[in-house]
């Protein structure tokens, strides 16, 4: 993108923060460009999807590329959709849980192995995962746990880094308040659940925010260990690409119904997740 | 806050009472987590290096031992395993190489325009980050859709806007690595935007405000001030880049499917390829062991990097 610099003539110079306005208002339009291209696709016929000239909005709007992918016989959208939801929110429960209990006496406790306990756990964070992928796939065929929703909630659940980052947080909690109860008789479970936990929300919204994004998105493990009716919806939209090929319309109206919802709820956890972002500084 | 009655109960001695007294207590919250980890991590690892020396078969009971024959085979080059797994290492680093720069420069040159107050900065963030969440299916099937060799956005634009000839994104080696970068970049750059955004609004403004005092341009305080003290966080953004570019999967395999002629078949796709579609599991186990190996050197060559980062920016 080449801009003219701004004239140094005092009645042509641009003020700058315009010229910054615009810049960004025409790198946005970049950003959004393929959104557009995606929703106003779906909605075209298969003619008009590839007419020349372009169609820069649909000229005969239809919803039938939807009818068709909502109703084929074995692509069950609404399941599939249900699946990542069901499988995503267990995932991050059973994760929060599992992360919260842990992180807790490694922040707060003393006790023999801590260190040595807590420095194995780290260095498994520069495992890749790859390494893992094949024995658990046969692990799970012994298990009989393939299409079944286990398989999609346990076996990430022991992910250290959630570990990590909630004893960080828990450290940064005054013990005092922890005396205080203890004082008064509180053992440690009800300090767990009384006092960190109710005081860690703001660390446990920003965990569960990406907990189910990474469930709701997983793509890899999901592709081999589920099939059919048991599928995530990102899989099930990804094989649309072998059915559908090139009618683009039907591809387009399964990746807009994909799309959306967590568009709509990223407004909404937008907050948390840029908060997220700066407090864990890691991507998943 | 608890408000319980000042009651100080005694502290009951037994290995069920949840307090200090108890030396098990800090063991029973961790035994949840110990499971899970041993049975869905380590013990996998284990089990890895058992399969990768045997020949495991879905269809067979027995799974005879064949030691280091399936890492030997990588380093044969007569073996087909031995071309396609190199192949796809090569591929998966040319991708490394391409995205890695561009996704460490676009953030940063986003953040820089975003560092400053401007109306709708809000809207903008989100605009930049929200590809981030969508799932890698969407993204691949509307880039796909966006570099179609015939009637994509792309060619779109440059045949009814441009008048140029159209070009085949999607089957032409030399190009096709474009569409594949250009839609990683949409896809996690504000991630990485982000990142830049929360160390620039740690910078303290004084140093712009003496700066400008000494006649310092825009430019000149973004290179003399700016970028040297975001490295740190971009030493940071590189390496959680690399290793994120490193797992490259789904992106390839859904827009090109790792053509034309495995020319962008990554190396967890061909890992997936070997086990699932030739059922030759050990195989596979074999190949993901030597790739992790290989994302573990770098990933501690780049740790040594930071600390060192480190330790020189606490020396200053």
Known sequence: ?284 | MLKTATKPTATKRSIFALNESNPLVPYLYLVPHAILFFVFFVYPIGYGVWVSMHRWDPLNTISPYVGLEFYTNLFDPNKIQAQFFWKSVVNTCIFVAWSVPALVVVALLLAVQLQKPILFRGFFRTVFFSPGILSVSVVAILWRWVFDNGNGLVNVVRRDVFNLPIINYMTDENIVWLPIVIATIWWTVGFNMNLYLAAMSGISQSYYEAAELDGANGFQKFWHITLPLLQPTTLFVAVTTVLASFNLYGQSVLMTNGGPSRSTQSVIHYITEEGFTNNQFSSATAMSFVFGLIMLVFTVIQFRMMAKDVTRSRGN
């Open chain 1, 1 to 284: 993108m080449t801009v003219q610099a701004p004239k140094k003539t005092p009645g042509f110079r641009l003020p700058k923060d315009t010229l910054r306005f615009v810049l960004l208002c025409i790198q946005a339009l970049i950003f959004l460009a393929p959104l557009y291209w995606m929703v106003t696709t779906a909605f075209k016929t298969d003619g008009d999807a590839i007419a020349q000239p372009v169609q820069w909005f649909p000229a005969n709007p239809t919803l039938e590329n939807f009818n068709i992918i909502l109703n084929t016989p074995d692509a069950n959208i609404l399941r599939w959709a249900w699946n990542s939801l069901f499988t995503s929110v267990a995932y991050t429960v059973a994760h929060l849980f599992v992360a919260c209990l842990t992180a807790y006496p490694f922040a707060r406790m003393k006790f023999k192995g801590r260190e040595q306990w807590f420095w194995f756990l780290l260095a498994s964070m520069m495992i890749p995962n790859i390494v893992t992928l094949i024995p658990l796939y046969i692990m799970m065929i012994d298990f009989n746990w393939i299409d079944s929703y286990h398989v999609l909630i346990w076996p990430g659940v022991a992910n250290v880094f959630g570990v990590f980052m909630m004893r960080q947080f828990f450290s940064s909690i005054p013990v005092e308040l922890e005396e205080a109860a203890r004082l008064d008789g509180a053992n440690s479970l009800v300090i767990f659940f009384r006092i960190l936990l109710p005081l860690s929300v703001p660390a446990l919204v920003t965990l569960g925010v990406f907990s189910f994004l990474g469930a709701w998105n997983n793509y890899l493990w999901p592709q081999f260990m589920v099939h059919g009716d048991m599928l995530t919806l990102p899989v099930g939209i990804g094989n649309f690409t072998m059915r559908y090929g090139i009618e683009y319309g039907k591809l387009m109206a399964g990746a807009t119904i994909t799309a959306i919802p967590v568009l709509l709820v990223y407004v909404f956890a937008q907050k948390y997740i840029e908060q997220g972002m700066t407090l864990t500084g890691l991507k998943e």
